[in-house]
């Protein structure tokens, strides 16, 4: 499988932006889906957006519009752009990868996961 490691994580205002990075090694990224996934405290672990191999995003519903979701095959680098961050979006944001086409929005079906990179932000 891959070799997950996130970064870009940190304390931001409301209003403000971060841009997530998961540095992926192994394999062919291209033949992978991705995701990033995101947990509160005391909160189960949920889809933020995740991306087909072929590259085709998905988001939920709360972050449309302020997140985007991307990948750089040739560095075997996904991102997380987030922007106009809310108090809600503070969690511990994850990267996952699962060889296939269709990305799905269940945690379950991913096998690779990184560490994490905490997004705080505050009122």
């Known amino acids: 499988g891959l070799h997950l490691v996130e970064s870009g994580g940190g304390v931001i205002q409301t209003g403000g932006s971060l841009r997530l990075s998961c540095a992926a090694s192994?394999?062919?990224?291209?033949?992978?889906?991705m995701g990033w996934f995101r947990q509160g405290t005391g909160k189960e672990r949920e889809a933020v957006a995740t991306?087909?191999?072929?590259?085709?995003?998905k988001y939920i519903d709360s972050v449309k519009g302020r997140f985007t979701i991307s990948k750089d095959a040739e560095s075997g680098t996904l991102y997380l752009q987030m922007n106009d961050l809310r108090p809600e979006d503070t969690a511990m944001y994850y990267c996952a990868a699962e060889p296939g086409l269709y990305a799905s929005m269940r945690a379950a079906d991913y096998t690779d996961w990184g560490r994490g990179t905490r997004v705080t932000v505050s009122p």
């Open positions: 192994g394999y062919e990224l291209r033949a992978y889906y």
């Open positions: 991306l087909n191999s072929d590259g085709r995003p």
